[in-house]
């Protein structure tokens, strides 16, 4: 058995037109190779593998302790599966800082060229995957790549990946839709996707080289929390304002003593073995107020709701926990959920520099390959067994 590490430092660096090309040509052959043998959603749902979306990104040989390998894979498949949608059944959106926040636009744009009626619910789960990773599990990683892919089954997988400019360190985040949890919310549930639930555990898998004691609402030991921060909306929002002002103040008055760490508040469970920022326990109080306003007039259901209707951002959800532990002694979890070969050398030279003309071999080799695969089913089992 090979056993190894792979790092994700945060890597300001370009990767090379001419690796970006040939990456793009390899991509596109390991994806038709794949597709023809088990089908676009064995290729979505591998994508969501972390070992294996390592490994293809060092098989295409780019750096293996790198931050640019989520995003420079991410934008060489979509490069690579450009115009092969009809054939191929697979479809790409988002990107790199600005282009992620085209996704919803890509995603309806492919559901109008494709007749895609389900294009609705991919948007609804991208900005789902987009909004729980930023807001609800806030572990000081700050989103800034979001790649959606997506088959003609309605099947989709989620690449995104935040920055840690303070450490230096990047976290990616992997969602798949098969691995979504049954929701044990009732019929109230705003999901659209059958059942579904996107705040609990939601996750396929998350990679990091740190762990940090997050706040994590989308843990399953923050039912409560996530149960009580809606219903103090719902049901107690004028006595969730007032504790909201009296916390508010308390934390002014120490901020100002500067012994905001001795203040001896009868909430928040905050772990003892780490430092946790003031800001953790501050807030904008007008702002905070602002925020739930709007979120009292949309009249959530449940905290999926209370994500996806209204404009609930991180403070808010933390202003919100702090009042849950206080009134229902709810604590919230501070679990951080992170979990978890080189064939053509390495951009920078790691483990050795990419070998050109092996490179070339390679995909001359798979080109054959899948070209003779798609003769017939028979032959094709021969040439894969043969190829491997």
């Known amino acids: 058995m090979r056993t190894g590490i792979a790092s994700i430092p945060l890597d300001y660096g370009t990767c090379p037109r001419w690796l970006f090309e040939k990456m793009t040509r390899l991509g596109r052959l390991i994806a038709e190779a794949i597709v023809l043998e088990f089908g676009p959603e064995e290729f979505i749902r591998r994508l969501a593998n972390p070992f294996f979306f390592q490994s293809l990104g060092s098989v295409l040989a780019f750096d293996w302790n790198s931050s640019g390998l989520t995003t420079t894979l991410c934008g060489a498949l979509k490069e690579a599966l450009r115009g092969t949608e009809k054939d191929l059944g697979i479809f790409v959106a988002g990107g790199k800082g600005k282009t992620s926040r085209k996704t919803p636009q890509q995603i309806e744009d492919f559901g109008w060229r494709f007749g895609l009626g389900f294009a609705p619910r991919l948007i609804y789960a991208s900005k789902m995957s987009a909004k729980v990773d930023s807001a609800a599990l806030q572990d000081g990683f700050q989103l800034y790549h979001h790649t959606f892919l997506f088959t003609k089954s309605g099947r989709w997988t989620v690449v995104q990946q935040g920055m840690n400019t303070e450490i230096k360190q990047a976290r990616r985040y992997h969602w798949n839709s098969e691995a979504l949890r049954p929701s044990e919310q009732d019929s109230g549930n705003s999901s659209l996707l059958s059942g579904q639930s996107f705040v609990e555990e939601p996750q396929a898998a998350i990679c990091s080289d740190v762990k940090v004691k997050p706040l994590n609402l989308v843990a399953k030991e923050s039912s409560q929390t996530r149960d009580y921060s809606v219903d103090l909306i719902r049901e107690n929002f004028n006595s969730l304002l007032c504790d909201l002002k009296r916390i508010n103040q308390k934390n002014v008055l120490a901020a100002r003593s500067k ?130």
Request: glycine fraction near 6%; aromatic fraction near 10%.
């Open 259 to 388: 012994k905001l760490s001795m203040l001896p508040l009868p909430f928040m469970s905050l772990p003892s073995d780490e430092q946790q920022p003031p800001a953790f326990l501050s807030f904008d109080y007008r702002r905070v107020e602002k925020v739930l306003l709007g979120a009292r007039e949309q009249n959530p259901a449940n905290f999926e709701e209370l994500l996806s209707k209204t404009s609930v951002g991180p403070t808010t959800l933390r202003a919100l926990a702090l009042v849950s532990e206080i009134i229902y002694g709810a604590k919230p979890s501070f679990k951080d959920p992170v979990r978890y070969s080189f064939a053509h050398g390495g951009k920078d030279g790691y483990p050795y520099a990419v070998d050109k003309e092996n490179y070339e071999k390679s995909i001359a080799i798979l080109q054959r390959a899948v070209a003779k695969a798609k003769i017939g089913q028979v032959e094709k089992i021969k040439i894969f067994k043969k190829l491997s």
